[in-house]
């Protein structure tokens, strides 16, 4: 969800004085580790504007010295949001760690599902399923689906893998009117590819909203990373072209999309 847009920009002198001025005191005993605490912070000081695309952090020494950790555990936060796609490492007298670019896209026209996405990359994609049962609808998924609160609708957590390296933790909610015996089919695979074949819903549009999350206890243990780790929360509603619509919030630890 996010590229890299300018390499090699300078970082205000200022705003990196600033910066450092609000590292964080960290716990030593809450049970979080330091390198998740410091992802933490940093996908906050992102996501309010603080640093922004582009930007160069401070050096490693200023800023493991600023939080008081050593070196490798700075790599460790660092190399955490690297892996994410939020920062951009490059090496040399002018590399240092950069701000990548958040890549947003809504209201698709086309939409390509978890299974696609993997298929495009060459990966193979899989899913555990963990929950699969009819619920009642609560307020936040009857608006996003159209129905009224209390109204029957499919629960499915399943956890995204890529070549058996686990993505994602996806929760899904679809209207169990418009899909009779859905949880009687295989949902291992495409929920995308099962709704246009089984029911001829085949989803075409959606809106997705992103926000950066960190790790409870479940989501950490489902995606096997510590608990408080930088994720992105993903909650798309798509809109089939039968005018059925599905509400999918998905908590990922790289770019994802249900389905």
């Given at each position: ?44 000081e ?8 582009g ?11 600023a ?61 555990e ?33 890529a ?5 994602a ?11 009779p ?12 590819e099962?709704?246009a074949?089984e ?22 243990a489902?995606l ?36």
């Amino acid at each position: 969800m996010f590229r890299p847009l300018r390499i090699g920009c300078t970082y205000p002198v200022r705003m990196s004085a600033e910066l450092l001025e609000r590292a964080p005191l960290l716990e030593r005993h809450g049970g979080v580790p330091a390198h998740a605490q410091i992802e933490r912070w940093l996908m906050e000081e992102i996501t309010a504007g603080a640093i922004t695309v582009g930007d160069r952090l401070p050096g490693e020494r200023e800023l493991a010295a600023a939080l008081h950790v050593s070196r490798m555990t700075l790599r460790q936060a660092l190399d955490g949001l690297a892996r994410r796609g939020v920062l951009i490492r490059t090496p040399g007298r002018s590399g240092g760690a950069f701000v990548a670019e958040p890549r947003i896209d809504c209201d698709l026209t086309g939409v390509a599902g978890f299974t696609e996405q993997m298929r495009r990359a060459h990966r193979r994609a899989g899913a555990e399923v963990l929950a699969a049962h009819i619920v009642e609808a609560d307020d936040t998924v009857a608006e996003a689906l159209r129905l009224v609160p209390g109204a029957a609708v499919y629960e499915l957590v399943r956890v995204r893998s890529a070549d058996g390296t686990a993505l994602a933790l996806e929760r899904s909610w679809l209207p169990a009117d418009r899909l009779p015996g859905l949880l009687t089919h295989p949902l291992t695979g495409s929920i995308y590819e099962l709704l246009a074949d089984e029911y001829g819903l085949a989803p075409h549009t959606a809106v997705e909203y992103l926000e950066p999350v960190s790790a409870d206890p479940a989501e950490a243990a489902a995606l096997g990373v510590v608990r408080g780790t930088a994720l992105m929360g993903v909650e798309r509603t798509a809109l089939s072209v039968g005018a059925s619509r599905s509400s999918t919030p998905a908590t990922s630890t790289a770019p994802t999309a249900s389905g």
